[in-house]
């Protein structure tokens, strides 16, 4: 599967983006989906997963709260909704899809990696 991640892009701190990954190829719905970050000069760290029919999700704890993270299969695509944005969360952005089972939140747990899309919240 190919993923594509779009719709970062420039925000005020307390502002909100909502990513979107289209997955190519096989069924989407086949795969486990999550988003992770990386931040300049850090290791790639999980922001948010879902499962495969969307029905169970799990959080980074700096996400908890303030992201969502949803998908639709009928259109391949999970989207990452970012609400009260702060300068910590500039980072890029990666989706990412998965064979497992369940909520996978390892980075090592996926197979598949979008691009990414750069985020960045200033002040």
């Known amino acids: 599967v190919q993923l594509q991640a779009f719709g970062g892009g420039p925000v005020q701190t307390g502002g909100s983006l909502r990513l979107s990954c289209r997955a190519s190829?096989?069924?989407?719905?086949?795969?486990?989906a999550g988003w992770f970050r990386q931040a300049p000069g850090k290791e790639r760290e999980f922001v948010a997963a879902?499962?495969?029919?969307?029905?169970?999700?799990s959080y980074s704890g700096s996400a908890k709260g303030r992201f969502t993270i949803s998908r639709d299969n009928a259109k391949n695509t999970v989207y990452l909704q970012m609400n009260s944005l702060k300068p910590e969360d500039t980072a890029v952005y990666y989706c990412a899809a998965s064979d497992t089972v369940g909520v996978p939140i390892l980075k090592w747990g996926y197979d598949h990696w979008g691009q990414g899309t750069q985020v960045t919240v200033s002040s």
């Open positions: 879902i499962n495969r029919g969307g029905t169970s999700t």
């Open positions: 190829g096989r069924t989407f719905g086949r795969y486990a």
